[in-house]
């Protein structure tokens, strides 16, 4: 199986500020094909399902602010949200879908300073 | 764009058989390119991949969890555009919310189910 591992598990940062959050692979998750990288990043807030932020390990979900911006490639990956809304406190995950079994990540708390 | 509703009891006796089941709109559970997911997530397991079903070549064809493998069924029913889960002999570490979701990249997800197993 794929591990993924995510850090920090928390971060607070202050509103407007940068939050940077890393993933990393145990295997490369290059998808041969199409030559992009099968990682998925979301957001999950108390009470509700993940949300799809950004797949391909950079392309945002329709609808997605692009303060949110995912960068990287082969096993090492990380999350950018540019300047921290109260609205994006939550948790986030990384996810591998290259290869059965999807896996994801432990999943960083984010927080305001 | 794509909706998922879930259905199914929430409260188990060990070794009974967890069925849910995921209503899918917008979408054909039948569609080339598509698959159908269920996840669960507990605080011990976090997010929790368990299998997938999907239509290829005419053919329906499923992936597990190496997991839960000997006891997980995932399938579809194209008539009524939905596909399902069944899980076997459940015990307390079977306890978790519930998720369908779509796609490889999990793109909609739905509400969840809170799945407690317990005497």
């Known amino acids: 199986d794929i591990v993924m591992t995510q850090s920090p598990d928390s971060l607070a940062v202050s509103l407007g500020e940068r939050a940077t959050i890393n993933c990393k692979s145990s295997h490369n998750i290059l998808y041969s094909s199409n030559n992009k990288n099968s990682l998925a990043w979301y957001q999950q807030k108390p009470g509700q399902p993940p949300k799809l932020l950004i797949y391909?390990?950079?392309t945002r979900e329709s609808g997605v602010p692009d303060r949110f911006s995912g960068s990287g490639s082969g096993t090492d990956f990380t999350l950018t949200i540019s300047s921290l809304q109260a609205e994006d406190v939550a948790v986030y995950f990384c996810q591998q879908y290259l290869a059965v079994p999807l896996t994801f990540g432990g999943g960083t708390k984010v927080e305001i300073k | 764009q794509v909706q998922l509703q879930q259905s199914g009891p929430g409260l188990l006796q060990p070794s009974q058989t967890l069925s849910l089941t995921c209503a899918v709109s917008g979408d054909s559970v039948s569609g080339n390119g598509a698959a159908w997911n269920w996840i669960r997530q507990s605080p011990s397991r976090g997010l929790e991949w368990l299998g997938r079903?999907?239509?290829?070549?005419?053919?329906?064809?499923?992936d597990y969890a190496g997991s839960v493998e000997s006891r997980i069924t995932i399938d579809a029913d194209a008539s009524k555009n939905q596909f399902s889960l069944r899980l076997n002999s459940v015990t307390p570490e079977d306890t978790a919310v519930y998720f369908c979701?779509?796609?490889?990249?999990?793109?909609?997800w739905g509400q969840g189910t809170v799945v407690t197993v317990s005497s």
């Open positions: 979701a779509s796609g490889y990249a999990l793109d909609f």
């Open positions: 079903t999907y239509y290829r070549s005419k053919w329906w064809k499923s």
């Open positions: 391909w390990a950079s």
